[in-house]
């Protein structure tokens, strides 16, 4: 069974940083993709960042290229979301989701994890 957990999300002023973590669990790892979503109020969920476990693909959104990275730690099953500069649009609930490949990551995950709230104050 897919496991996936999220954690690190929090209030933080604008300017400001914060690091999301996923740790995943269920997966065959070297041959998995992970992506993080974030959905805002009375908005659509939408994807942000996506890598492949083996951390040779990555893509940001231009929404936040620049401001956002992902990576991931092999060896602790763990993905992150390193964000920077935050501001207050940045205000969602964070997703962490999984599939076998990229491209399926960035569009219909089948795993999803239960989502980090992240708040940017002005």
């Known amino acids: 069974q897919v496991q996936l957990v999220e954690s690190g999300g929090g209030l933080v002023q604008a300017g400001g940083s914060l690091r999301l973590s996923c740790a995943a669990s269920?997966?065959?790892?070297?041959?998995?993709?992970m992506a993080w979503f974030r959905q805002a109020p009375g908005k659509e969920r939408g994807s942000v960042a996506a890598?492949?476990?083996?951390?040779?693909?990555?893509w940001v959104a231009d929404s936040v290229k620049g401001r956002f990275s992902i990576s991931s730690d092999n060896a602790k099953n763990t993905v992150y979301l390193q964000m920077k500069s935050l501001k207050p649009e940045d205000t969602a609930v964070y997703y962490c989701?999984?599939?076998?490949?990229?491209?399926?990551?960035?569009?219909?995950?089948?795993?999803w994890g239960q989502g980090t709230q992240v708040t940017v104050s002005s």
């Open positions: 269920g997966l065959t790892f070297s041959n998995s993709a």
């Open positions: 989701a999984a599939a076998a490949s990229l491209g399926v990551v960035r569009s219909n995950p089948p795993y």
């Open positions: 890598i492949f476990w083996s951390g040779r693909s990555t």
